[in-house]
């Protein structure tokens, strides 16, 4: 067994649903501080996070990842315990193991045998690990982040292990994400008979037009290749009692923008709320910011791994800002390069998710090469 994944498995073995970390941070912690890291344990609120360092001059790389887990669904339809690491068929089952115990186990082992080639570094290597990723996400990273400014410490380069490559191990890594703005609308009629519709005011009526129009529009007011066109979608829609001959006297719908650099959150929220009012309509909106977007131009980080993937898998990864949100959102804004890379995404989340053995050996090397080019 590999010490990538003897390390997997052990991380997998600690039922860490967020934001419970489960131990997970003191077993990567006692292996670090071996290699003469500074260990930080930082708590916020009722999640763990972990800061480690070794060196203190500047250029600084990061590994960054979290050890916290989405619930297992219904545990009968697993073919083994989702937190009984299991290897079947060249496949390590747990949850977590994709999404994102594999890849940190990988980054650790790679550090590990960076260290034990004795290399001068130019610069200093640090882990940023929180337990509060798949949740709320307001004691974690951005947290930590909140620290390191307050104490002058400012990250060069990040690499987060989250899952990235979609068809075949190697084929992308993200150097951004688009933000998430959610928006709570409430659409004020008055409930009636349906038998008298001039005595009732039907929300559903009022606001299917202006949901129509912001459905079809084009959002981004600006240029920018990187990204797809910001989207704007409907997840849910309630109204009315329940009985077939009343007008309901308001309408719930829940929206979400996924968004580029091309527009801001602000602008996003005046056009909605422009339309509605263009539209005569009685409302009440709540706005959630979930997350802004974040891009790493093409450059120096982007290149390197680029390269060290190529040199593993034998595919160029091709650059990509897709999928949902990542810890990413509150590193990038300091001026930190952040790219994503990490295994197989396409069972992350689900029942039996699971990881390829042979991806996280060849994670830990890919690893151990972005850190040698960046400073050995």
Known sequence: MSAVLELAKELIARPSLTPDDAGCQQLIAARLVKLGFKIEHLRFGQVDNLWTRYGTEKPLLVFAGHTDVVPTGPKEQWHSDPFTPTVKDGLLYGRGAADMKGGLAAMVVAVEQLFATKP????????????????????????VMELLKQRGEKIDWCVLGEPSCLEKFGDT???GRRGSLTGLLTVHGI????????????????ILPALAELCVAK??????????????????FHSGTGAGNVIPGDAAIRFNFRYSTAVTARELQQRVEDTLRRHSIRYSVEWRPMGEPFLTEPGKLSNVVQEAVEKVTGLRPKLDTGGGTSDGRYIAPTGAEV???GPMNASIHK???????????????IYRDIATKLLA
Do not use: M
């Open 191 to 206: 409930q009636g008979h349906v038998a008298y519709p001039e005595r009732a005011d039907n929300p559903i009526h009022r």
């Open 219 to 236: 959002w981004d007011t600006r240029s920018n290749p990187h990204f797809p066109p910001t989207s704007f979608q409907i997840s849910n």
């Open 339 to 341: 790219i994503e890379f």
């Open 120 to 143: 001068k570094l130019k610069g200093s290597i640090a882990f940023l690990i929180t337990s509060d990723e798949e949740g709320p996400s307001v004691d974690g990273t951005v947290k």
């Open 351 to 365: 029942v039996n998710e699971c990881v390829a053995v042979s991806e996280l050996d060849r994670l830990d090397v």
């Open 173 to 175: 890594i993200r150097h």
